[in-house]
């Protein structure tokens, strides 16, 4: 059975950092490509970030771009979010998405940010 | 959003409903494909159609995709009270160069 199961989430203040982890299981994690996808509450999903299944390969939405790292270690079947220069706009629920051709097959059941002073 | 839903949607039990996903000539009217996904309250979205119109193993035949020139549907019939969820369309944006969804529809089965 595939799980994602995603931690690290939880309230920082304005300009604070946060790591958020993705533990994943029941497949083949370096055959796949791997996404981010946030929603704000009460909001729409929004793509966040990309990796390829390699990790050699990076992609940003404009909205994080220069603020967010993703990473990946295969070693470990764990996907990263590193999230610094938070604002308050970045306050949503964070999915860890698998990737099947172009469209999301499973997704983990999310880690809340809350950006707040 | 780049593709365009409607905010909400309503049937009564064993009707259909269609919700409509709207886009322009980068993203469904370039040829990509269409996704939807089910987020029923508190949970986290699910596949529910891909590349237009297939259905995951486990997704009831009573759910069906279809796409046409620049926008897609999903089609529910015979509506249960457990449909009443968050629906999403995604797809992928060629000028933007990333994938994108629509803002959500919200299905109420009265």
């Known amino acids: 059975e595939v799980q994602l199961v995603e931690s690290g989430g939880g309230l920082v203040q304005p300009g604070g950092s946060l790591r958020l982890s993705c533990s994943a299981s029941?497949?083949?994690?370096?055959?796949?490509?791997m996404h981010w996808v946030r929603q704000a509450p009460g909001k729409g999903l929004e793509y966040v970030s990309a990796?390829?299944?390699?990790?050699?390969?990076?992609y940003y939405a404009d909205s994080v771009k220069g603020r967010f790292t993703i990473s990946r270690d295969n070693s470990k079947n764990t996907l990263y979010l590193q999230m610094s220069s938070l604002r308050a706009e970045d306050t949503a629920v964070y999915y860890c998405?698998?990737?099947?051709?172009?469209?999301?097959?499973?997704w983990g059941q999310g880690t809340l940010v809350t950006v707040s002073s | 959003s780049v593709l365009t839903q409607p905010p909400s949607v309503s049937g009564a039990p064993g009707q259909r409903v269609t919700i409509s996903c709207t886009g322009s000539?980068?993203?469904?009217?370039?040829?990509?494909?269409v996704h939807w996904y089910q987020q029923l309250p508190g949970t986290a979205p699910k596949l529910l159609i891909y590349?237009?119109?297939n259905r995951p193993s486990g997704v009831p035949d009573r759910f069906s995709g279809s796409k046409s020139g620049t926008s897609a549907s999903l089609a529910i019939t015979g509506l249960q009270a457990e449909d009443e969820a968050d629906y999403y369309c995604?797809?992928?944006?060629?000028?933007?160069?990333?994938?994108?969804f629509g803002g959500g529809t919200k299905l109420t089965v009265l």
């Open positions: 000539s980068s993203n469904i009217g370039a040829g990509y494909d």
């Open positions: 998405v698998r990737v099947s051709s172009s469209w999301y097959d499973y």
């Open positions: 029941g497949f083949t994690f370096n055959n796949y490509i």
């Open positions: 990796i390829t299944s390699n990790g050699g390969s990076t």
């Open positions: 590349g237009n119109s």
């Open positions: 995604q797809s992928y944006d060629s000028r933007l160069s990333v994938r994108v």
